[in-house]
C-alpha cells in the first residue's frame, strides 16, 4: 500500500478525498470503458448486506425475485412517450449480434419498465392474476457524461421492484411501502438520516406521476437522491395494454408501481460517514465488524486471539484476525483506520497476561479495555451503540444544515454561505423551478408538507406548501 | 390454468414436454428478444437456492464476490487469440451509447476472462499480492442460433470465479476444488449424478490448457456438460502481462483459472427429474418443500392448516398453504404436483378430526398418514429421504445407461439403439473427434481414467486412456 496515494484531509476537496478512499479502502476501481466501475470484493460485500437487509422485507410482502432479459427491443422502449424521452439520451445500443447486423436495434436495459410490462400484459387477464408483485436485482446501463464512482456510473447495480394492481389505492399503498421500507434501510443500516418527499414534475421519474425519494445531505452541504419510489399510474399500462377484467365482468387497465434502490447508495454511504482517516462503516453494513490486531505475531499471543475470533463468531460478529507477518503493527492497524471497521482490538503481550483486550472504537477513536471473559457481550453493546451514535451524528447534521428561506433574497445567501437543504413555501412549477435553477443551481428536492400557509419563495403566491431546495448530486 | 396447453407425456417428444412444463409450472416464459428468457419467481426461487448453496463455500476458500464491467472494449476481447476465436462469432456488440457512435465498440461480456485480468495485470505486483481469489454472480449474452430455455439461451446467468496464482501447482488445486465443490452441489442438492473429467482439446474452454467437466444425462440419452473449471495455464497473463516478482525478485507470469456455473442447471434439473405429472424439485432446492391444502377453505380446518404451517416453519421447512378458494382442491393438488413440490399435505375435516396429516409424496406418489403431533419430525426425515432417494434414481439411470464399446462398430450400434454414455478406449485427436461427430453426432464427453489399457475403439492403436462419447445437449 506504500505506493498509493495519500488520503487528502476530507475538508478539503471532498472529490478527492472520495476518489481517493474508495482506491485505499479497496472497495473499488475504474473500469477500461467510459464511465464504469469495478466493484472489488470489500464493496462488493457492502452491497450483499444490503441485498441481505432487503430481500426478506421484499419477500414478506409477498414480492418474488424474478430475471428479465437485459436487452430491449427499441420498438418496445418507444411505447411510453415520455419514458422513452426521458431515457434516449442515455441508451448504451446492441446494433450487431452474432455476426450480423440486427433488424432492429436493442437498449442495453436502462430501467425495465417497458420489457417487464410487455410480459404482464401476457400474464395478466383477470383480477384473479392481481397484483403482480415482482422485484429483480441486477445491473443497468446509463450512459452518463460525467462519471463518479458509485454516485454516477455509466452501469450500476440495483434492484428493481414492478407491481401492477386492479386499484389505484392499492398502487399507492406499495409506492408508500417501498419508500418506507428504504427509510428504514437507510436509517437502520446505513445511519443515513433523510427526508422522505415527493418530487416536482420536473424531477420525477420519465413516466411516473408522482415519484417519492429520500433525499440525504453530504458533507458538502449538496444533497443526494437516494432512492425513488413511483406511482406510474395507468401511464404504462394503457400503451402496453395490461387490462383485466374485474369481478364484475368489465375491462379495466391496471395501475403500476416501480421502485428502485441502487450501488449509489454505497457513494452516500462513503460521503456521509467517512473522516480524515478513512472510511467509517456503521456496524450493520461493515463486511468485517471487529478486526484483531495481535501486536506480534507470536504462538500465545495468536492464541488469545483465536480464541477471540472463536468467542465473538459464535455470537453471530464478523470477525478477522489481521496477522500479516509482512507488516508492522502500526501498517496494520492503519489498514483496517482506513477500511472503517467499527471495533479494532489490540492484542499484546500485555493483554494476554491481564486476560483483556484493548479496544479502539473507529466511529470516534476512543480506546478503552474490557476483560476477555465479557469480551462477547461487551463487543456486542458496543456495535448496537456505535449504530446508534452514528445514526445521532446523521440526525444532527441533517438538522443543522436544514435552514428556512422567506424569499429568493435569503435562499441565494444561505446557499452561498452554507449550501445545505433549504426549506420554503413554494408550488410545483416547472418554469420557475428552471429558473432558479440557472440562477443557482439548486433544485428542489421534495415535498415535504401541504399544511403551512406562507407565500412562495419566488413568486409571492399563497401557498400551503413546504417544500426543500438543495443543489445536488 | 385452464386455457393453458395440457403437459405431454415425458416419454413422447420431449422438447414438448420440457417447454410445456416450464410454462405450466411458472418457471420461465420467453423474452421479446431473440433466444431470450425471462425467469420467474418461481424459477429464479431454484437460482437462489443454488446461490445460497454455493456462496458459503466460495467464501470459506477465501473467495470473494465481485463486479466486473457488463461492456468490455474489443481490443481486450482480442488479446488472447484462441480465446476471441471462440467467442466472436456469440457477440452482442454496443455500437453507439448517449447518442453517439462509440470510438471503440463494446461487447456485452461473453464471460470476463479479459476485462477482469486486465485489471489483475494493474493489481498485482508482488507474491504478496497472490493469490487473487475472486467470483461474480452475473449475467453474459451469448448470441445462440437454435436455444431452448434454461439450457441454451441468448443471455443467462452464472457465476463465474477467476484467479490467479504463484505457481501452476496452486492453480491445478483451485481448478480441482472448484470442480469438486461443482459436483457437490449436483449431487448434494440437484440430486444428479455424473462424472467428473477432463475435456478433449475440441471439447476445451477457448483459451484453458484443460476444463474440468461434470457429465450428466438426460432421459433423451444425450449428455448435458453441466458445469466447467479450467486451468489456463499463463494463457491470459501473458497477453495481459499479470506479472509478480517472487520472492527472490524474480519477474513471472501468473498462473490462472477461471470456472463457471450456470442456469442451465436448472433445465438439466428439470429434465432429470420431471415426470408425466410434471416437475419433481429435490427437497434441498425446493422453493416449497411442503403445501399444505386445505379440502375446503373453512375456519376449523383453516386453524388446523396454520398451527401445522408454524410448526413446520419452525424447524426451518419452507412450507405454504394455498387456500385459494376459487380452485377446487382437485385442481390445487394437481397444481403444486405440477410445480413439483415434494410433500402435498391435504387436510380435510377427517384430518382434523382425527388430529392426522395426509402425506402424499411428489417422488412416487405414495400415500401415508401421520399423526399431527410427529409431524414435525417425521416430515423433516421424509424430506431427508425424499432427497436420498431421488439422489439414487439418477445414480441407477446413469449406470444403466453407462455401456461400453470395443469398436466404432459396437459404438454406433449401441447409439443407434440406446444413446446414452458410451466408454470406450480413445486418446485425444481432434480429426478422429471430427470424424465420430460427422458420423455419430457424438462428441467426447471426458476423460475418466488414464490406467486401462485397451485398443483405440476408432483407430486400433493400443492406449490406456478411458473417455465417455455421447451425442449431448
Given at each position: 500500500?506504500s505506493d498509493?496515494?495519500?488520503?487528502?484531509?476530507k475538508?478539503g476537496?471532498?472529490?478527492?478525498w472520495?476518489?481517493?478512499?474508495?482506491q485505499?479502502?479497496?472497495?473499488?476501481?475504474?473500469?477500461?470503458a467510459?464511465g464504469t466501475?469495478?466493484?472489488k470484493?470489500?464493496?462488493?460485500?457492502?452491497?450483499e448486506m444490503?441485498q441481505?437487509a432487503?430481500n426478506p422485507?421484499?419477500?414478506?410482502?409477498?414480492?418474488?425475485?424474478a430475471?428479465?432479459?437485459?436487452l430491449?427491443?427499441?420498438?418496445?422502449l418507444?411505447?411510453?412517450?415520455?419514458?422513452?424521452?426521458?431515457f434516449?439520451?442515455?441508451?448504451a445500443?446492441?446494433t450487431?449480434g452474432g455476426?450480423e447486423?440486427l433488424?432492429?436495434?436493442?437498449?442495453?436495459?436502462?430501467?425495465s419498465?417497458?420489457?417487464?410490462?410487455?410480459?404482464?400484459?401476457?400474464?395478466?387477464q383477470?383480477w384473479?392474476d392481481?397484483?403482480i408483485?415482482?422485484n429483480q436485482?441486477?445491473n443497468?446501463v446509463r450512459?452518463?457524461?460525467?462519471t463518479?464512482?458509485?454516485?454516477?456510473t455509466?452501469?450500476f447495480?440495483?434492484?428493481?421492484?414492478?407491481?401492477?394492481?386492479a386499484?389505484?389505492?392499492e398502487?399507492i399503498?406499495?409506492?408508500?411501502?417501498?419508500m418506507d421500507?428504504?427509510a428504514?434501510?437507510?436509517q437502520?443500516?446505513?445511519?443515513i438520516?433523510g427526508y422522505?418527499?415527493?418530487?416536482?414534475s420536473?424531477?420525477?421519474?420519465a413516466?411516473?406521476?408522482?415519484?417519492l425519494t429520500?433525499?440525504t445531505?453530504?458533507?458538502?452541504g449538496?444533497a443526494?437522491q437516494?432512492?425513488t419510489?413511483?406511482?406510474?399510474?395507468?401511464?404504462?399500462?394503457?400503451?402496453f395494454?395490461?387490462?383485466?377484467?374485474?369481478?364484475?365482468?368489465n375491462?379495466s387497465?391496471?395501475?403500476?408501481?416501480?421502485w428502485?434502490?441502487s450501488?449509489?447508495?454505497?457513494?452516500?454511504?462513503?460521503?456521509?460517514?467517512g473522516?480524515?482517516?478513512g472510511?467509517r462503516?456503521?456496524?450493520?453494513?461493515?463486511p468485517?465488524?471487529?478486526?484483531?490486531?495481535?501486536?506480534?505475531?507470536?504462538?500465545?499471543?495468536?492464541t488469545?486471539?483465536?480464541?477471540?475470533?472463536?468467542?465473538l463468531?459464535k455470537?453471530?460478529?464478523?470477525?478477522v484476525?489481521?496477522d500479516?507477518?509482512?507488516?508492522?503493527?502500526?501498517?496494520?492497524?492503519?489498514?483496517?483506520?482506513?477500511?472503517g471497521?467499527?471495533?479494532?482490538?489490540?492484542i499484546?503481550?500485555k493483554?494476554?497476561?491481564e486476560?483483556v483486550i484493548?479496544?479502539?472504537?473507529?466511529?470516534?477513536g476512543?480506546?478503552?479495555?474490557?476483560s476477555?471473559?465479557?469480551a462477547?457481550?461487551?463487543?456486542?453493546?458496543?456495535?448496537?451503540?456505535i449504530q446508534?451514535?452514528?445514526?445521532?451524528?446523521s440526525?444532527d447534521?441533517?438538522?443543522?444544515?436544514?435552514?428556512?428561506?422567506?424569499?429568493?433574497?435569503?435562499f441565494k445567501k444561505?446557499?452561498a454561505?452554507?449550501?445545505?437543504?433549504?426549506?420554503?413555501?413554494?408550488?410545483?412549477n416547472?418554469?420557475?423551478e428552471?429558473?432558479?435553477?440557472?440562477?443557482?443551481?439548486?433544485?428542489?428536492?421534495?415535498?415535504?408538507?401541504e399544511d403551512?400557509?406562507?407565500?412562495?419563495?419566488?413568486t409571492?403566491?399563497?401557498?400551503?406548501?413546504v417544500?426543500?431546495?438543495?443543489?445536488?448530486y
Amino acid at each position: 500500500m506504500s505506493d498509493k496515494k495519500q488520503l487528502p484531509p476530507k475538508t478539503g476537496d471532498l472529490s478527492d478525498w472520495y476518489t481517493t478512499i474508495i482506491q485505499l479502502a479497496d472497495l473499488a476501481d475504474y473500469g477500461p470503458a467510459k464511465g464504469t466501475m469495478i466493484i472489488k470484493p470489500y464493496g462488493y460485500a457492502i452491497w450483499e448486506m444490503v441485498q441481505q437487509a432487503m430481500n426478506p422485507i421484499i419477500k414478506a410482502r409477498g414480492v418474488g425475485n424474478a430475471y428479465f432479459p437485459l436487452l430491449i427491443p427499441m420498438s418496445l422502449l418507444e411505447k411510453e412517450a415520455s419514458h422513452v424521452e426521458g431515457f434516449a439520451p442515455e441508451l448504451a445500443v446492441v446494433t450487431h449480434g452474432g455476426g450480423e447486423k440486427l433488424q432492429e436495434p436493442l437498449a442495453v436495459r436502462p430501467t425495465s419498465e417497458t420489457i417487464m410490462y410487455n410480459s404482464f400484459a401476457k400474464w395478466v387477464q383477470s383480477w384473479r392474476d392481481l397484483p403482480i408483485l415482482m422485484n429483480q436485482w441486477n445491473n443497468v446501463v446509463r450512459w452518463e457524461k460525467r462519471t463518479m464512482p458509485f454516485l454516477r456510473t455509466s452501469e450500476f447495480l440495483w434492484q428493481e421492484g414492478h407491481t401492477a394492481h386492479a386499484t389505484h389505492k392499492e398502487a399507492i399503498e406499495i409506492q408508500k411501502w417501498a419508500m418506507d421500507m428504504y427509510a428504514k434501510i437507510y436509517q437502520d443500516y446505513f445511519a443515513i438520516d433523510g427526508y422522505v418527499g415527493l418530487k416536482s414534475s420536473t424531477e420525477r421519474f420519465a413516466g411516473a406521476d408522482t415519484t417519492l425519494t429520500y433525499e440525504t445531505l453530504m458533507p458538502s452541504g449538496k444533497a443526494l437522491q437516494s432512492c425513488t419510489s413511483h406511482d406510474l399510474g395507468q401511464n404504462f399500462s394503457k400503451p402496453f395494454e395490461i387490462t383485466f377484467q374485474d369481478n364484475q365482468g368489465n375491462d379495466s387497465f391496471v395501475w403500476q408501481t416501480s421502485w428502485g434502490f441502487s450501488t449509489r447508495s454505497i457513494g452516500g454511504l462513503i460521503l456521509a460517514h467517512g473522516d480524515d482517516n478513512g472510511l467509517r462503516l456503521p456496524p450493520k453494513l461493515a463486511p468485517v465488524q471487529v478486526v484483531i490486531v495481535p501486536v506480534r505475531v507470536e504462538p500465545e499471543i495468536m492464541t488469545h486471539c483465536q480464541e477471540l475470533l472463536d468467542k465473538l463468531t459464535k455470537v453471530g460478529m464478523r470477525v478477522v484476525i489481521d496477522d500479516r507477518d509482512d507488516e508492522s503493527f502500526g501498517f496494520r492497524l492503519n489498514k483496517w483506520e482506513v477500511k472503517g471497521t467499527p471495533i479494532i482490538l489490540k492484542i499484546g503481550q500485555k493483554e494476554v497476561s491481564e486476560s483483556v483486550i484493548t479496544v479502539k472504537r473507529r466511529f470516534d477513536g476512543k480506546e478503552d479495555q474490557v476483560s476477555t471473559k465479557e469480551a462477547a457481550e461487551k463487543l456486542q453493546q458496543l456495535l448496537e451503540s456505535i449504530q446508534v451514535m452514528m445514526f445521532k451524528a446523521s440526525q444532527d447534521f441533517i438538522a443543522s444544515n436544514t435552514r428556512e428561506a422567506k424569499d429568493y433574497e435569503e435562499f441565494k445567501k444561505i446557499l452561498a454561505e452554507h449550501k445545505g437543504f433549504i426549506r420554503v413555501n413554494w408550488s410545483d412549477n416547472p418554469e420557475v423551478e428552471k429558473r432558479i435553477k440557472d440562477e443557482t443551481k439548486a433544485t428542489s428536492r421534495c415535498l415535504i408538507a401541504e399544511d403551512q400557509p406562507g407565500r412562495n419563495f419566488v413568486t409571492g403566491e399563497p401557498t400551503s406548501q413546504v417544500w426543500l431546495f438543495a443543489q445536488s448530486y
